[in-house]
């Protein structure tokens, strides 16, 4: 499968913006999806994953509350709502499928696969 984030972008603070993840090669409805920021000169964070129905999610303590994972599996795609945004927000945001599902609630980059492209966010103050 391949994996591409795209609808990043500018943004003052407090704004918002929707980032989504368009899955290709095959069906991703089987799976669940993460996304991931990345800020420069840090180590990739976790944001958010939903199950594959979109019943659950959790969150990264730092977006609890201001972000919304969700997803369309009829579209293949999966999409980060980004609410009140701060300016420690800023970094290429990447969407990733996870390993397995025995890994659900893990927030390591290691039980993710299929990184694509990630996509930017700036946040203005």
């Known amino acids: 499968v391949q994996l591409q984030a795209f609808g990043g972008g500018l943004v003052q603070a407090g704004g918002s913006l929707r980032l989504s993840c368009a899955a290709s090669g095959r069906t991703v409805s089987n799976y669940v999806m993460a996304w991931f920021r990345q800020a420069p000169g840090k180590d990739r964070e976790f944001v958010a994953a939903?199950?594959?129905?979109?019943?659950?999610?959790y969150y990264g303590d730092s977006v609890k509350g201001r972000f919304t994972i969700s997803r369309e599996n009829a579209k293949n795609t999966a999409y980060l709502q980004m609410d009140s945004v701060k300016a420690e927000d800023t970094a290429v945001y990447y969407c990733?499928?996870?390993?397995?599902?025995?890994?659900?609630?893990?927030?390591?980059?290691?039980?993710?696969?299929?990184w694509g492209q990630g996509t930017q966010l700036t946040v203005s103050s």
């Open positions: 939903i199950s594959w129905s979109g019943s659950r999610s």
């Open positions: 990733a499928e996870m390993k397995a599902a025995r890994n659900w609630g893990s927030t390591n980059r290691a039980d993710f696969t299929s």
